[in-house]
């Protein structure tokens, strides 16, 4: 009997083994296909410079320090490469099916935590972000680690899976704002569950709660000035049905369009959780109720916090931000395949679901976020005598300051009321046109495929300027790829 059992056992490991060489595979294709975005080039930005001067870069930035702080240290060790910081995101999502694989068993079982990592991997979202050097895979990561603990504190009441919540409830308020509010939601689901049940051992999790605040107040005066930011001007759009749908819609699609698969797995994957909730009432769901509740918890009670926040104030509310939350979907599905005691039809939704997933985030990977490098080569060539280019939008001014190289261009910006362009220190900022352009000199404006930010800016100059020509640069990596829109100019002064 023994000898059976250890067996079933080397197999369960062998089959977590091959799920996690298969995803550190599938999540490394295609790393370093597109150009840096303007939003890595400012986390590589974030980076660079002493350590003395860490700590107010976070004035220009809307976010907690603890993945700038890894990231600072992996790339010490590494190098400070596009592959080797989008590399971490990468470790970001092993980093999650090691945590479930050796915390999840405690709550599914060593055969119910490889349906569990085999859903995760196919969550089109976390294929997208993972190849993003930015810290939404670690935000995850932390919301995981979270419901992971709150679950098996509520189960145990042990001063060790307190001590594992608390922790990771720290690292998840250090990480990403939404991640740090889907923390708070699940210690308070805790919280009351346990006061609700006249568990006394609720006063310890109050006091981890509470220290954790403690632990937060040195970060408080960065937090209120990010806040102030926020309140100044924020990209995140109204608060309306379309952009909540948005963020059901996100984590199961194309990042930038919505496919035929993508459609079929919107239907199935809510349809399978709805049939989960419903199923959970029943008593032979009884066991897994309330880890099925506790992470739908956490994902609605983190969108609904914010949606509030975002009513009565500015809107926070934002489809990219659902990435932190986003393994809570795999939950209500992992319990209801687990609990489907008919093989086939086990595997059948296991397949549907994981097979679709896993086709719409490969197509992710063929996707380019713009032409940077070939936008500069192209003025380069195309235009030589133009050495001066003036950003409409900080979208292109990061990653062309990125990849300039020896071309000698200087760059350019004006005055705009919203901009995280202060993060770019080559980028040279002024007023007016007329205090970096003199009468008769040629530049060139970018504008990144059709924005309309800072359109007053674009129009103003035109207007002091001789426009000579219009051209795009589209991307040749992929059909239909982003365009930077240019205009060659000549500078004639608002006096003429």
């Not at 999502?93 to 060593?110: D, H, K, Q, Y």
């Not at 997208?128 to 935000?139: I, L, N």
């Not at 008593?283 to 509740?293: D, E, G, I």
Request: proline residues 3%; positive net charge.
């Amino acid at each position: 009997m023994k000898t059976i059992l250890k067996k079933r056992i080397n197999i369960n490991v062998l089959l977590f083994i091959l799920i996690f060489v298969f995803a550190a595979i599938f999540y490394s294709i295609k790393l370093g296909f597109s150009d840096m975005w303007s939003d890595e080039i400012y986390t590589k930005a974030m980076l660079k410079g002493p350590l003395s001067e860490f700590y107010s870069k976070f004035r220009n930035d809307l976010h907690p320090p603890l993945y700038y702080l890894g990231l600072r240290l992996f790339t010490a060790v590494f190098g400070l490469t596009p592959l080797t910081m989008r590399a971490f995101s990468v470790l970001g999502v092993l980093s999650t099916l090691l945590l479930v694989w050796f915390a999840g068993r405690r709550i599914f079982g060593e055969k119910g935590v490889l349906v569990f990592s085999t859903l995760l991997i196919s969550i089109p979202m976390l294929i997208t972000y993972s190849h993003q050097a930015r810290m939404y895979t670690w935000s995850a990561f932390a919301t995981t680690g979270v419901f992971i603990y709150s679950y098996l504190f509520l189960g145990t009441t042990k001063n060790r899976d307190l001590i594992l919540l608390f922790l990771f409830t720290l690292m998840a308020v250090y990480t990403h704002y939404y991640s740090g509010v889907a923390a708070i939601v699940a210690n308070a689901f805790v919280l009351f569950y346990l006061i609700f049940t006249k568990n006394r051992r609720w006063l310890p999790l109050l006091l981890s709660m509470l220290l954790v605040v403690l632990l937060f107040l040195p970060w408080v005066p960065m937090f209120v000035s990010q806040i102030r930011r926020v309140q100044q001007a924020f990209w995140a759009p109204e608060v309306n049905v379309s952009n909540v749908l948005s963020c059901f819609s996100i984590p199961l699609t194309e990042q930038f369009w919505t496919s035929s698969y993508s459609r079929f797995m919107i239907i199935l994957v809510y349809g399978l959780i709805l049939l989960g909730v419903t199923l959970s009432f029943t008593r032979s769901f009884s066991k897994y109720r309330l880890v099925l509740w506790l992470s739908l918890s956490i994902f609605l009670g983190t969108l609904l916090f914010v949606g509030i926040i975002s009513m009565f104030s500015q809107p926070i509310l934002y489809s990219r931000y659902v990435m932190t939350i986003v393994t809570m979907l795999a939950v209500p599905i992992a319990v209801l395949i687990i609990q489907v005691r008919i093989k086939w039809l086990k595997g059948l939704i296991l397949l549907l679901v994981v097979s679709t997933g896993l086709w719409i985030g490969f197509s992710s990977y063929s996707f380019s976020y713009g032409p940077y490098r070939q936008t500069i080569d192209y003025i380069s060539t195309t235009y030589p005598e133009v050495k001066k280019i003036l950003h409409i939008s900080e979208v292109t001014a990061g990653p062309l300051v990125e990849y300039t190289g020896s071309t000698g261009f200087s760059h350019y910006w004006l005055d705009a009321e919203m901009s995280n362009v202060d993060a770019f220190t080559e980028v040279q900022q002024y007023k007016a046109p007329e205090e970096f352009l003199q009468p008769g000199e040629e530049f060139c404006v970018v504008r990144f495929h059709d924005l309309e930010l800072n359109l007053n800016n674009l129009e103003r100059v035109l207007s002091e300027s001789v426009l000579l020509k219009t051209d795009t640069v589209h991307d040749n990596k992929m059909q239909y790829g982003i365009m930077i829109q240019l205009y060659l100019c000549r500078f004639k002064g608002n006096s003429q």
